[in-house]
T-cell receptor, first 111, second 111 residues
């Protein structure tokens, strides 16, 4: 059972457009991490969100943790080709000790 | 600069052979992890270690083993390689329960 659902699975947009990627669960998470993975490389940790309602910004990327700590979103403003990659959310559902990854959103930004 | 390396980067082996994938980190992290990444399944935890002489099974540990004789290394051994173990393998390290630094991956093909 996949406890972390990401949407959309695939996204192809033009340079300059804005986009939002979602990470949803029926479970509560004490924290959530977002990673970006480029082809042929390992995931790179972008951010950790801990508090319900928390918003973190990383240049053009804005990460939000849901108030109930069951979901998170990643918003990219004015996407650039360098943003292309696989975006993964991950965390430990409450009541478990298992750190799980979502299946990812594959983003392609066209120049 | 500290880093985490994996070798080999690519490996082709035959069914039934024993294979060992190397992981070496110079972050001096206590925690190390092995994941496999497959289409449709995302990243799944194979084994992890919280320190020297400590090893633990993850969610897909059957057919794999690890040993931790020092802080820097966590080799992953496939006792008798099977075609179902064809995958991309990632090693990670962290000072926390969740992985923060990933290696570049090893692409393993079992024929």
């Amino acid at each position: 059972t996949q406890l972390l659902e990401q949407s959309p699975q695939f996204l192809s947009i033009q340079e300059g457009e804005n986009l939002t990627v979602y990470c949803n669960s029926s479970s509560v998470f004490s924290s959530l991490q977002w990673y970006r993975q480029e082809p042929g490389e390992g995931p790179v940790l972008l951010v950790t969100v801990v508090t319900g309602g928390e918003v973190k910004k990383l240049k053009r990327l804005t990460f939000q943790f849901g108030d109930a700590r069951k979901d998170s979103s990643l918003h990219i403003t004015a996407a650039q080709p360098g943003d292309t990659g696989l975006y993964l959310c991950a965390g430990v559902p409450s009541g478990t000790y298992k750190y799980i990854f979502g299946t990812g959103t594959r983003l392609k930004v066209l120049a | 600069d500290a880093e985490i390396t994996q070798s080999p980067r690519h490996k082709i082996t035959e069914t039934g052979r024993q294979v060992t994938l190397a992981c070496h980190q110079t972050w001096n992290h206590n925690n190390m992890f092995w994941y496999r990444q497959d289409l449709g399944h995302g990243l799944r935890l194979i084994h992890y270690s919280y320190g020297v002489q400590d090893t633990n099974k993850g969610e897909v540990s059957d057919g794999y083993s690890v040993s931790r004789s020092n802080t820097e290394d966590l080799p992953l051994t496939l006792e008798s390689a099977a075609s179902s173990q064809t995958s991309v393998y990632f090693c990670a390290s962290s000072e926390w329960d969740s992985p923060t630094h990933f290696g570049p991956g090893t692409r393993l093909t079992v024929t």
